[in-house]
């Protein structure tokens, strides 16, 4: 018996079952020169590659039509994948090292492909980050039709399985039988990369980034994973087994129990209430947030709208996208964050000037204000939409009243057009920004008298007040958002906007943490925001919380000095 305590929870709860190992025949790309006589050839082989790539991708899409809904994400990742094959960045990368360098088509892509993914996997945010993926995926597929390999036979998965792999691509998990799927373990990847997306949708319990594994286990070899403590158990002797069993079957009743009362009101047993929201990307997401009887969407990130396009959107084209969404809520609220790029966020038709520390630069409302026109595209699109339901506009990254006062100020504007054109909105729209900037913090009450509500963004708030860069491994375990500084600041967040009669949301990931859902509601928080399947399970925690004795507990959590979790 072997146990491995490694690895990052992308997808809570329990497998067992035979390990099914993925090897990939693989081979490493030819790195020899090419004569200039062959150039033409070369580029030939690579528009081939391409032709045949394109045709593959789009029997993937159709195919991801008929998956489940909790799947049908997959289709914007192989969107994705078409884009970057069709778009002439790679094109004119990969042929112009051919013509200029003489490199052979597999070296001409690899080196390329290194370029970009490169360029991804330096940038802080995780979420960015992992988009490397789609690269190496494209990568990945190309170089095994320039070689003539055959894709992993996925084909013999055949019984319940815990999959057991080096990384997964979203092409691999389109072509395995996810009913077959019992968990999935990889040694790289990210929470936030393809594999934690799908196996949260999928409702499959998934361990990522555990290290060396796969020398380790043989195929077909016992295995159970643990993704509620993070572990690993190969072999397991039947004590181990028999408490696995007992384990897993109280997590399964009690997330029977959560999905059950999930349309149940989000009340504490001494009767505070609460809403509990989902973070949505895409109208498609929040149509998916929709079946967890979620309170609505508490941050629905407008960039990815922006990021899908190889132009700025239209107002039509946002209008139409911004209006699925608030439909697709029947009547709750929806939260849009206005455009949110700069720092590790980019658009490859919108060149941000080069800064020596991008995340301390030009980036969302600073962008928005200094581009006025791309900001009232949007934030007509916005207002347009809330004809159709609850909307309410939030801006990001405020760090001082002026930036708050400019950006009401051209939304007044927005609106005064909307009403002389004779289009709807709702006119009592309310507006709030994300408090982020300890800038915020400080300024809370001044904020709060200005705006409707606060939304907490706990993911860069903790790095801009711990001064560290999460992205960076060396100071990764100094990016803790229990550290107190941290704590004392959302605390102080609740109660300006408190004392100015204002609700106080949310939408980091700190929001969907179970060991964090009753101290922030011992801080006073109204509403949380996250990743819409974790929603049953906080609403689950948050109705058996005792309001009084959270207050209680967190008041004592504020007094210490020392991180309290994490």
């Known amino acids: 018996m072997n146990i491995w305590n490694d690895g990052k929870i992308a997808s809570e709860g329990y497998a067992s079952g035979p390990a099914f190992i993925v090897q990939r025949d693989e081979r490493p790309a030819c790195t020899d020169k090419i004569r200039e006589e062959e150039i033409e050839e070369e580029i030939l082989r690579f528009d081939q590659a391409v032709e045949t790539g394109v045709e593959q991708l789009r029997k993937l899409l159709e195919e991801t039509q008929s998956l489940p809904v909790g799947q049908a994400g997959n289709a914007d990742i192989f969107a994705g994948h078409l884009e970057i094959l069709t778009d002439c960045t790679l094109y004119e990368e990969v042929t112009g090292r051919i013509r200029r360098d003489l490199e052979n088509v597999q070296m001409a892509l690899q080196l390329s492909a290194d370029h970009f993914a490169a360029a991804f996997e330096a940038m802080d945010d995780a979420y960015m980050r992992e988009r490397a993926d789609d690269v190496r995926d494209v990568e990945r597929r190309l170089m095994l039709i320039l070689q003539g390999v055959e894709e992993t036979a996925f084909h013999t998965l055949r019984e319940t399985s815990v999959v057991v792999a080096a990384d997964l691509t979203p092409s691999d998990t389109v072509r395995m039988n996810m009913d077959l799927v019992a968990g999935i373990i990889t040694e790289k990847g990210g929470v936030t990369g393809h594999v934690g997306i799908i196996a949260r949708n999928s409702g499959i319990p998934s361990l990522v980034c555990v290290g060396p594994i796969l020398s380790k286990i043989r195929n ?5 994973l643990d993704a509620e403590r993070g572990s690993i158990i190969t072999s397991p002797d039947r ?3 028999e408490k696995f069993c007992r384990n897993a079957a109280a997590y399964r009743d009690l997330c029977k129990k959560a999905k059950e009362n999930a349309d ?10 609460l809403s509990v929201c989902a973070n949505a990307g895409s109208p498609e997401e929040a149509e998916q947030a929709a079946a967890y009887s979620v309170d609505g969407i508490g941050l629905f990130r407008s960039e990815f709208l922006y990021m899908r396009q190889r132009r700025f959107p239209t107002e039509e084209e946002q209008f139409e996208a911004y209006r699925s969404a608030v439909r697709s809520m029947g009547g709750r609220e929806v939260t849009i964050r206005t455009l949110d790029i700069g720092g590790d966020k980019g658009l490859d038709y919108f060149q941000l000037p080069k ?11 600073r962008i928005c204000l200094k581009r006025p026109d791309i900001f009232k595209t949007q934030l007509r699109a916005i207002l347009r939409a809330s ?5 309410r506009i939030m801006f990001p990254m405020i760090a001082w009243v002026e930036e708050l006062e400019k950006a009401l100020e051209i939304l007044n504007v927005c609106k005064k ?7 709807l909105f709702d006119e009592g729209v309310e507006t709030g920004i994300m408090i982020e900037t300890p800038a915020a913090v400080i300024l809370a009450q001044e904020l709060a008298s200005r705006v409707d509500f606060f939304s907490i963004g706990t993911n860069d708030l903790t790095q801009y007040m711990l001064a560290a860069d999460r992205g960076n491994p060396e100071v990764a375990p100094l990016y803790n958002p229990f550290h107190p500084a941290v704590l004392r600041s959302i605390h102080h967040v609740i109660r300006a906007g408190h004392e100015r009669h204002i609700p106080v949301g949310m939408c980091g990931e700190l929001a969907g943490n179970i060991e964090a859902a009753r101290l922030l509601l011992g801080l006073g928080l109204d509403e949380f925001s996250m990743s819409a399947p974790s929603t049953p399970r906080i609403k689950q925690e948050l109705r058996a919380a005792n309001y009084g004795e959270a207050v209680g507990a967190a008041a004592e959590a504020l007094k210490s000095p020392y991180t309290i979790l994490g």
């Open 220 to 224: 077909r070899e016992q295995v159970l």
């Open 239 to 241: 004590e181990t087994q």
């Open 387 to 391: 004809a159709f339901g609850r909307v």
């Open 417 to 423: 057009e909307l009403r002389e054109e004779g289009k």
């Open 264 to 273: 149940l009101p989000c009340i504490t047993v001494d009767g505070r209430k």
């Open 355 to 365: 800064e020596e520390n991008p995340f301390l630069g030009c980036r969302a409302i």
